[in-house]
C-alpha cells in the first residue's frame, strides 16, 4: 500500500472509534483531505487509494490542482482558507463547497458569480468560538443573522458552519468550543434553517469534533504527512 492509503486506513479507523464511541455512524462523517501546499502527485495518490473530498487553502493552488487532476474524476474541491473579495469569482468558477464565508460580502459576490449551469456552490460560515485567538470568522453573535441571509441568496445552497478553534492538547478542553458550534447550529435548525454540515476537527482533535456531532472532519497532516511551507 502507498503511504497514503497506510494512513487513510488509519484516519478512518480513528474516525469509526470515535464515532462508535458517540453512538454514531462512521457513514455519516465526511472525511476532507486537506491537501494544501502538497503536489499534484500527491492528490493523485489519494484518488487512486479512494478518496474523493479535498480541501484547499490557496485559491490559485486549489484551481491549478482541480483542473489538473481531471473533470471526469467525480472529486468534490473544498475552499477552507481566507477568502478576499478579488478571489471569489475564481472560486465561484471551480469549487464545489466553500466552508470559510465570514461576512455578507464576499457570499453576495459568490452568489453572484457562480456560472449557472452549475449546482448550487454549497457554503459553510466560518464561526470564531474560540474568541480573540483566532481572527478568522464570524462572532458567534453574528451567526445567526449572517447564516439566514445567505441562505437566501440564489447559487448558493447553506449547508451549515465551520470553526477551526484553538489547538489544545488537552480532550477536554478541546470539546468546549465545538460544543459551542453545535450548539448554533442546533439553534439555527430550530430557527427553520435546513442544515446538515458541521465541518470541525482536524488531525489533532477530530475525535473530540466527533464526540461533539461534527458531520466533516478536515484532515490534512495525518493523511499527508507534515507540510513545508518552505
Ligand atoms: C490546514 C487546515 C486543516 C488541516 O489541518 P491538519 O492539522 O494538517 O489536519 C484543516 N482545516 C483548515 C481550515 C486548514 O487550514
Not at 457513514?27 to 489519494?46: M, R
Not at 477552507?80 to 461576512?103: C, M, Y
Not at 445567505?150 to 468550543?177: F, K, N, T, W, Y
Request: hydrophobic residues 45%; proline residues 6%; aromatic residues 4%.
Amino acid at each position: 500500500m502507498s503511504a497514503f492509503a497506510d494512513n487513510l486506513q488509519a484516519v478512518r479507523q480513528r474516525i469509526a472509534r470515535a464515532a462508535s464511541a458517540a453512538g454514531r455512524d462512521p457513514e455519516s462523517i465526511i472525511l476532507l483531505a486537506v491537501s494544501k501546499t502538497k503536489p499534484l502527485a500527491d492528490v493523485l495518490e489519494a484518488v487512486r487509494a479512494g478518496q474523493t473530498d479535498f480541501g484547499e487553502n490557496y485559491v490559485q493552488e486549489g484551481v491549478d490542482k482541480r483542473l489538473a487532476a481531471g473533470h471526469e474524476l467525480p472529486l468534490v474541491w473544498h475552499f477552507i482558507g481566507p477568502l478576499q473579495s478579488n478571489k471569489t469569482r475564481l472560486v465561484a468558477e471551480n469549487f464545489d463547497w466553500v466552508h470559510s464565508i465570514d461576512r455578507l460580502k464576499i457570499a453576495e459576490r459568490l452568489s453572484q458569480q457562480r456560472p449557472p449551469h452549475l449546482p448550487p456552490l454549497s457554503v459553510c460560515v466560518q464561526v470564531n468560538v474560540s474568541g480573540e485567538a483566532s481572527k478568522s470568522g464570524c462572532s458567534p453573535a453574528a451567526a445567526a443573522d449572517l447564516c439566514h441571509a445567505v441562505a437566501g441568496l440564489p447559487g448558493l445552497r447553506l449547508r451549515g458552519l465551520m470553526a477551526i478553534p484553538e489547538a489544545s492538547d488537552d480532550p477536554v478542553a478541546q470539546r468546549q468550543p465545538f460544543r459551542e458550534l453545535r450548539r448554533i447550529y442546533e439553534q439555527l435548525q430550530g430557527e427553520g434553517l435546513a442544515l446538515d454540515t458541521l465541518s470541525m476537527g482536524m488531525s489533532h482533535d477530530l475525535e473530540a469534533a466527533i464526540a461533539e456531532g461534527a458531520t466533516l472532519v478536515r484532515v490534512g497532516t495525518a493523511l499527508f504527512g507534515e507540510r513545508n511551507y518552505a
